[in-house]
Nanobody
Framework: QVQLVGSGGSLVQPGGSLRLSCAASGIIFRRYIMGWYRQAPGKQRELVATISSGGNTDYADSVKDRFTISRDNAKNTVNLQMSSLKPEDTAVFYC???????????WGQGTQVTVSS
């Protein structure tokens, strides 16, 4: 059974930083593309960042130079370090795993990030 458990969401002030983590189980983690998506109220879920099994990263334009995705294959975790947070970053953030395009996708339960003063 695949499980992705996200954590680290919180209320943070504009300009602040936050680190999200996702612990994966039930998959051969090192082989999987891992990523983070987010969904703001009234909006569609959108890609934030992905990291391949080889460590290649990809970011949405809106978060480039502010967010950093990383993975720890020894601990089966993927992290998202977020800095210079803006109110428009407010969303539920979802951890994501997929072996490769065309294969089943797995999602975490979501963790709320709220950026507000």
């Amino acid at each position: 059974q695949v499980q992705l458990v996200g954590s680290g969401g919180s209320l943070v002030q504009p300009g602040g930083s936050l680190r999200l983590s996702c612990a994966a189980s039930g998959i051969i983690f090192r082989r999987y593309i891992m990523g983070w998506y987010r969904q703001a109220p009234g909006k569609q879920r959108e890609l934030v960042a992905t990291i391949s099994s080889g460590g290649n990263t990809d970011y949405a334009d809106s978060v480039k130079d502010r967010f950093t995705i990383s993975r720890d294959n020894a601990k089966n975790t993927v992290n998202l370090q977020m800095s210079s947070l803006k109110p428009e970053d407010t969303a539920v953030f979802y951890c994501y795993a997929r072996l490769r395009p065309g294969f089943p996708e797995y999602w975490g339960q979501g963790t709320q990030v709220t950026v507000s003063s």
